[in-house]
C-alpha cells in the first residue's frame, strides 16, 4: 500500500527537481557566470569659452570626458547551496530505490545490496577524517545505516508499507549525511566528487530503460482503437520516420553525413521519454514482478531512478561543467538509437499481423513470443555498444573529462590552485575543447597575466558549447595582446552563436572605434539587445560614437554615463538640466565625467557645490584636477569671477612646473575678459618666465587695451621677431600703436579717451565692420570711473544699434550712481574684477564698514593691481581704526600709481587718517576714481 501523503511528497519532490534542471539547463552559463563591466575615458580638447578684445579672438579650452564601456566576464562562480539541495534530492532518492529492493527476492535484493555497499565505498568517506580518530568507521556507519534497516525490513518486517520501509532507511543514513556535509569543509564538492560515476552509471542505465518509450507511445496511438485500418503502415512510417531522423542527426554529428539537419536537443527526448516512461511502464507490471516477493508499482522505482538522474544532470547543468552535456548526449542518441529500433524489430517479428488487423496490441506487448523482449534488450545493448566504441568511447571520455572538472573545482575549494589546474587541463585533454575547463584556465591564466595562455583557454572554450562570455573574455585577451584583426573576427563569430548578443554588439562596437569605423560601430549597436538594467553599456557606447537618436528623449531615459556622453557629442545642450544630486553626489567615473561635461555644457547651471565632495574623495590627482578646472570655468560662467580664479589658483599652486603657464594664461584670460589689465598682465608675465608662447601675444594685446602703448609696441615688436606669423596682424594695428589716426574703427576702438564726444558720435556713425557692442564695453570700462558723463552722452547716439543685454548693463550703471543699494554685497564679493561695482558699493552707507572691508581682504590676491581698490582698502581699514594695515596699503598705492597721483591720494589719505584718530567719523575722499 502507499500512503497517499508520500505520493505527493515524492511527486512534488520530482517535478521540483526536473523543473529545477530544465531551468538549470536552459540558463546555461548565465547561473554560473556574470558580467563585469570597465568604464574607459578618454578626454577629448574642446572650447569652452571664448572672447574677443578689438580683432583679437581669444578661446579657453578645456577637456570633456568620452566614456566607453567594456564587458569582461567574471569567473565561474559555484553555488554550493544548489549542490547541497540536488545531494539531499539524490539521497531520498537513493534511500528510495534501496526501499523498493526490499521487495525483491532474496539473491536480487543481495545484488542490490552490494551495489549500494560499492557506492558507498566509492564516497570514500574515511579519507575525509569526518569522524576524527574514529574516522574509518565512518564508512561502515553509512553502510549500516543503511543496508540493516533494507535488511530489516526485508527479512523481518515483510508487511511494513513502502512509505515505512523508505522513512526508516532514510531518517537513519541521512542523520550521519547532515552531519558530515556541516563537519567535513568543502564537503559539497566531495560527495560530487566521489559519487560522479555512481550517480552517472544509474542515470546511463535509466535512460537505457526509458529509450523504447516513445516507440512504444507511436504502438498504442496506432493501436488503441480496435479494428482500426492501415495501423501497420502508420506504425512503420511514424517508427522508420524517428528512427530514420535520429540515424541523420548521428550521421551529422558524427561528420559522415554531410547533411545540415535541425533536431531537438537529445535533452528532449531525454524528458519526452521520462514522462512517458511514468505512464508506459505500468504496462511492464508482469515482468517486474518476476523479481519481486511481493508486488510493488514498477514506477516508483523508476521515479526514484529518474530523480538521481535529474540530480546528476542538475548538479552539472548548475555549475556549467559541460561535458556531463556532451556525455548523456551521446548516451541519449546512442540508446534511443540502439534500443528504439531492436524494440522496433521486436514488435514487427511478434506482432505485426496484430498490428494489420488492428488489434490493441500495446496491451500484449511485453508477453513471451518466439523472439523474446530480453533478447530485444540485449541486441539494443549491443548496438549501443557498438556506437559507443565506434566513436571511441567519446560518451564515456566526457564523463571523465567531468569528473576531472569536478576534482578541479574541489582542489580549487580547498585553496590547492596548482593541483586544481592540473584536473583542468586533465578535463581540458579528456572532453577536448569543453568550455568549463577551459574557462577556468583563462581565468587562473589571466590571474598570473599570462596573456597568451588566457587568449589560448578562452579561445578554445568557444569551440564547443560556447558561451557568451569566453566570446567576450578571449577577445579582451586579444585586446590586451593588442591583435585587433583577430578581437573583431571572433567577436564577428561570436555574434554568430549569440545574434544580436548585447556584450558581443558592444565590445565589437568599440574595437571597430579603435579601428575608426565609427559607422560600423554604429550599425552593431543599433541592432543589439538590450543589457541587463543594472547598465546601459550599449548606449553609453553609442553616444560615445555620436547617436543619432534625438538628445533630448535619450537624456532623460540615460543613467549617469549615458548623460555625460550626450552632453559630449551633442550641441547645443539648451533643452537639457542638470542632473538629480543623488546621481552626482556618487564618486565614480561616471558622475566624474557628467560632472565636467555638465559644467562645459550646461554653462548656467552650478556645478561648483559638488566640487568639495569630489576633491575631498582619494581619486587620482589628475581628476581632481580636471574637475576643479571644470567647475572653476562653470563658477566664472554663472558670474562668480572670484570662485574662479581661487580655484585656478589652487590649480597653479599644485602643478607640475610645464603645466603652471596653462593655469597662468587662463588666469589672464578670465582677468582680460573682465577688463582687469594689470592683474592679467600679471599672469602672462608669470606665464613667459615659464616660457610660454601663448603669453607673448596675450600680453601684447593686453597692453593694448591697457593703453600702455611704449609697452606695446615693444611686445609686438618681440612677439612679431618670435613668429613671423603675426606680422600681418602686426601691420593691421601699426597707426594705432604709434598713434597715427587712420579714421578706421579699430583706431577708434582703442584710442577711445583721445576723443571728445562729438568726435565719437561722428566716428560711431560711420562704424560699418566693428561690433557695436564691444565699442560700448570699452566705453564703459575706459569711462565709468573717469568719465561717466561721456556714458551718459554717447548712450544715446549707441542705444539703437545696441544688444538689450548692453542697453540693460547701462540702466544697472546708471541705477547704481543714483542708488548705491542696487549693488549687492553678494554680486560684488562674486567678482572684485569691476571697479565701478566696487566704488558704488563703498559708497553705499547703510553697509557696514566691517562688511566692507572683509569683502576687500577676501579680494585682495585678484584686484589688489587696480588702484581704485587700494583706495578704497585704506579708507575701509581707517575705519575699522587698522591704521597699521591701511599704511600698508597706502605703500601699495605708492607702487601703483604714477608721483602726482600719490601725492594727492596720500594728501587726502592723511587728513582721513586724522579725523579716523579723532574721532573715528565716516571717511569721505575727493581723490577721482575713489568713493565720495
Given amino acids: 500500500m502507499i500512503h497517499r501523503p508520500f505520493t505527493l511528497l515524492a511527486t512534488g519532490i520530482f517535478v521540483l527537481t526536473c523543473l529545477l534542471t530544465a531551468y538549470f539547463y536552459l540558463e546555461g552559463t548565465n547561473l554560473t557566470l556574470g558580467w563585469q563591466l570597465a568604464t574607459g575615458a578618454e578626454k577629448e580638447t574642446l572650447t569652452v569659452h571664448s572672447f574677443q578684445k578689438g580683432p583679437f579672438h581669444f578661446e579657453i579650452t578645456g577637456e570633456q570626458y568620452i566614456l566607453t564601456e567594456r564587458f569582461g566576464a567574471d569567473p565561474i562562480r559555484i553555488h ?9 534530492f539524490i539521497w531520498l532518492a537513493i534511500c528510495g530505490l534501496l526501499a523498493a529492493t526490499t521487495y525483491w527476492k532474496r539473491w536480487w535484493f543481495l545484488g542490490a545490496g552490494g551495489s549500494m555497499l560499492l557506492f558507498i565505498n566509492f564516497l570514500d568517506l574515511d579519507a575525509t577524517g569526518f569522524l576524527g580518530q574514529f574516522a574509518k568507521t565512518g564508512t561502515m556507519l553509512l553502510m549500516a545505516f543503511t543496508l540493516a534497516p533494507a535488511y530489516f525490513f526485508h527479512a523481518f518486517r515483510t508487511q511494513a508499507t513502502f512509505f515505512h520501509r523508505w522513512i526508516g532507511i532514510f531518517s537513519l543514513s541521512f542523520l550521519l549525511f547532515v552531519y558530515f556535509a556541516f563537519s567535513v569543509p568543502q564537503s559539497t564538492g566531495y560527495l560530487l566528487d566521489h559519487a560522479h560515476y555512481s550517480l552517472a552509471v544509474i542515470a546511463v542505465f535509466y535512460v537505457f530503460l526509458i529509450s523504447e518509450e516513445i516507440i512504444f507511445a507511436l504502438l498504442w496511438l496506432v493501436t488503441r482503437s480496435r479494428g482500426s485500418h492501415h495501423n501497420d503502415r502508420h506504425f512503420v512510417i511514424f517508427s522508420l520516420f524517428y528512427i530514420g531522423y535520429l540515424t541523420l542527426y548521428y550521421g551529422k554529428k558524427s561528420g559522415l553525413f554531410p547533411v545540415e539537419i535541425a533536431f531537438p536537443n537529445p535533452l528532449l527526448l531525454l524528458g519526452i521519454s521520462m514522462i512517458l516512461a511514468l505512464w508506459s511502464f505500468r504496462f511492464k507490471q508482469a515482468g517486474y514482478d518476476k523479481i519481486s516477493e511481493k508486488s510493488l508499482d514498477i514506477r516508483y522505482p523508476l521515479f526514484f531512478m529518474g530523480l538521481v538522474t535529474m540530480g546528476f544532470l542538475g548538479m552539472a547543468f548548475s555549475r556549467g561543467n559541460d561535458p556531463v552535456f556532451e556525455s548523456i548526449h551521446y548516451i541519449v542518441l546512442y540508446a534511443h538509437l540502439g534500443f528504439g529500433f531492436m524494440f522496433f524489430a521486436y514488435i514487427f517479428i511478434n506482432f505485426f499481423t496484430a498490428v494489420m488487423q488492428g488489434l490493441p496490441v500495446y496491451k500484449i506487448v511485453y508477453k513471451e513470443r518466439n523472439f523474446p523482449y530480453l533478447s530485444a534488450r540485449l541486441g539494443g545493448l549491443a548496438i549501443v555498444a557498438a556506437f559507443f566504441f565506434v566513436s571511441d568511447k567519446q560518451a564515456l571520455i566526457h564523463m ?45 591564466a589571466l590571474e598570473k597575466s599570462d596573456i597568451n595562455e588566457a587568449i589560448y583557454r578562452f579561445s578554445s572554450a568557444t569551440k564547443k558549447n560556447p558561451s557568451p562570455h569566453a566570446y567576450v573574455n578571449a577577445s579582451n585577451a586579444l585586446v590586451a595582446a593588442q591583435d585587433h584583426s583577430r578581437v573583431i573576427s571572433l567577436l564577428n563569430k561570436g555574434l554568430i552563436d549569440f545574434p544580436s548578443n548585447p556584450e558581443i554588439s558592444n565590445n565589437l562596437a568599440l574595437s571597430h572605434i579603435k579601428s575608426g569605423s565609427r559607422n560600423e560601430a554604429l550599425s552593431v549597436l543599433t541592432q543589439a539587445d538590450k543589457t541587463e538594467k543594472w547598465n546601459q553599456a550599449v548606449n553609453v557606447n553609442k553616444w560615445a560614437v555620436g547617436s543619432i537618436e534625438t538628445p533630448l528623449e535619450a537624456y532623460d531615459k540615460g543613467n549617469i554615463a549615458v548623460k555625460a556622453n550626450i552632453l559630449a557629442k551633442s550641441n547645443p545642450v539648451n533643452d537639457l538640466a542638470l542632473a538629480d544630486s543623488s546621481l552626482l553626489n556618487r564618486v565614480n567615473l561616471h558622475a566624474i565625467a557628467y560632472l565636467v561635461n555638465a559644467s562645459w555644457k550646461l554653462q548656467q547651471a552650478p556645478t561648483s557645490p559638488y566640487r568639495d565632495l569630489y576633491i575631498g574623495s582619494t581619486l587620482s590627482a589628475d581628476i581632481q584636477k580636471d574637475i576643479r578646472y571644470a567647475t572653476a570655468i562653470n563658477s566664472y560662467f554663472n558670474g562668480n569671477v572670484t570662485d574662479a580664479l581661487r580655484q585656478l589658483d589652487i590649480l597653479y599652486e599644485n602643478a607640475h612646473q610645464f603645466e603652471k603657464s596653462y593655469f597662468l594664461n587662463g588666469l589672464g584670460l578670465l582677468a582680460l575678459e573682465q577688463n582687469a589689465y594689470r592683474l592679467a598682465l600679471t599672469y602672462f608675465e608669470q606665464a613667459l618666465e615659464r616660457r610660454s608662447d601663448e603669453a607673448y601675444f596675450y600680453r601684447a594685446v593686453t597692453l593694448m587695451e591697457d593703453q600702455n602703448w611704449p609697452e606695446a609696441r615693444k611686445a609686438w615688436e618681440l612677439l612679431v621677431k618670435r613668429d613671423s606669423s603675426y606680422q600681418r596682424q602686426y601691420g593691421e594695428i601699426g597707426n594705432v600703436l604709434n598713434g597715427n589716426d ?87 564679493a562674486k567678482n572684485h574684477l569691476v571697479p565701478w561695482k566696487m566704488a558704488v558699493l563703498f559708497s553705499n552707507p547703510t553697509i557696514l564698514p566691517e562688511d566692507k572691508y572683509n569683502i576687500l581682504v577676501d579680494a585682495r590676491d585678484h584686484a589688489g593691481l587696480d588702484p581704485s581698490y587700494w583706495y578704497m582698502y585704506c579708507f575701509s581699514a581707517l575705519q575699522m581704526g587698522l591704521s597699521e594695515y591701511a599704511d600698508e596699503g597706502l605703500m601699495q598705492v605708492k607702487q601703483l600709481v604714477s608721483k602726482k597721483e600719490f601725492d594727492i591720494f596720500e594728501k587726502k589719505y592723511l587728513e582721513q587718517r586724522k579725523q579716523v584718530q579723532e574721532q573715528f567719523s565716516s571717511w569721505s575722499s575727493g581723490t577721482p576714481g575713489t568713493p565720495q
Fill in 400 to 444: 571523465m573529462g567531468a569528473k576531472f572538472n569536478y576534482e578541479g573545482d574541489y582542489y580549487a575549494a580547498m585553496g590547492e590552485q596548482r593541483l586544481a589546474d592540473e584536473y583542468y587541463r586533465h578535463g581540458s585533454v579528456h572532453s577536448w575543447n569543453n568550455h568549463y575547463a577551459n574557462y577556468q584556465l583563462g581565468f587562473r
Fill in 742 to 828: 587712420d579714421g578706421s574703427s579699430l583706431y577708434t576702438y582703442y584710442r577711445v579717451k583721445d576723443f571728445d564726444i562729438q568726435e565719437l558720435s561722428k566716428r560711431i556713425s560711420l562704424f560699418t565692420d566693428f561690433p557695436i557692442d564691444q565699442f560700448w564695453d570699452r566705453c564703459m570700462v575706459v569711462f565709468s570711473t573717469q568719465k561717466p558723463e561721456m556714458l551718459s552722452a554717447l548712450f544715446p547716439v549707441l542705444q539703437a544699434r545696441l544688444s538689450q543685454e548692453s542697453r540693460d548693463k547701462f540702466q544697472q550703471y546708471m541705477t547704481s550712481q543714483s542708488d548705491p543699494s542696487v549693488v549687492t554685497m553678494e554680486e560684488v
Fill in 80 to 88: 554550493p547551496a544548489i549542490t547541497q539541495g540536488y545531494l539531499a
